[in-house]
């Protein structure tokens, strides 16, 4: 499978502990976005990386989330303290920046539930 | 902020009738793209729209962008059960950013 890949697909957590969720792009492309959706919402965007640049950060994105892709391939979304407004499911997409249509592929999601 | 609006919020038709969901933005788009999830699932890129006025099909998916590049529709003639799921459309302000996301349609088909 060459898709979005995202690892785990669920996690379970209790309040105030720590997270990370990892992100594997389709392998040419050098844009990744983060996404947050919860229940009956559409995705809202969090961040996006240009290789391994942090391009862009929602307003979202409070303190207690960083978003690193150091190499320029995958990327870690780590959430510090979480919280119960923190459940939702985590998006990840790429897109190739160099060449073709530019359009967003989606992983499947890692589905977070803060108890 | 740039916002999208999608209309309406559910859809429930019988299997045969035709349906179709409206997005709006706030602001010019540079494209708007079209997502399909399943229940359950994660969006799935339909298709994307570049120029003013553009029509794209897709079997019995018509796509359409508006001239101000500032709406676009999605219609589908025929419902079939395999149709179920969630609508949404995505704007992009500049090839490459950010995607801003309308609400959705849930489209629910009656077999």
């Known amino acids: 499978d060459t898709g979005v890949s995202q690892d785990p697909r669920h996690k379970i957590t209790k309040r105030g502990q720590n997270v990370t969720f990892r992100c594997d792009p389709i392998?040419?492309?050098?844009?990744l976005y983060w996404y947050r959706q919860t229940l009956g919402q559409g995705p809202e965007f969090l961040t996006y990386?240009?290789?391994?640049?942090?391009?862009?950060k929602s307003r979202l994105l409070s303190d207690r989330f960083s978003a690193e892709r150091p190499k320029g391939s995958f990327s870690t979304l780590e959430i510090q303290r979480t919280e119960q407004g923190d459940s939702a499911m985590y998006l990840c997409?790429?897109?190739?920046?160099?060449?073709?249509?530019?359009?967003?592929?989606f992983g499947p999601g890692t589905r977070l539930l803060v108890l | 902020g740039q916002q999208v609006m999608q209309i309406p919020q559910y859809q429930h038709v019988q299997e045969g009738e035709d349906f179709t969901t409206y997005c709006n933005s706030s602001?010019?788009?540079?494209?708007i793209q079209w997502y399909k999830q399943r229940p359950g699932g994660h969006p799935v890129f339909l298709i994307q729209?570049?120029?003013?006025?553009e029509v794209k099909k897709q079997k019995r998916l018509t796509f359409q962008f508006g001239e101000a590049k500032k709406n676009s529709s999605l219609h589908i003639t025929a419902t079939q059960t395999t149709d179920v799921g969630t609508y949404f459309c995505?704007?992009?302000?500049?090839?490459?950013?950010?995607?801003?996301f309308g609400e959705g349609t849930q489209l629910t088909v009656n077999p």
């Open positions: 997409a790429s897109s190739s920046w160099t060449s073709g249509s530019k359009t967003q592929y």
């Open positions: 392998s040419e492309h050098n844009r």
């Open positions: 990386f240009q290789n391994e640049a942090q391009l862009e």
């Open positions: 602001t010019t788009l540079s494209n």
């Open positions: 729209l570049v120029k003013s006025g």
């Open positions: 995505a704007g992009q302000e500049t090839s490459g950013s950010r995607l801003t």
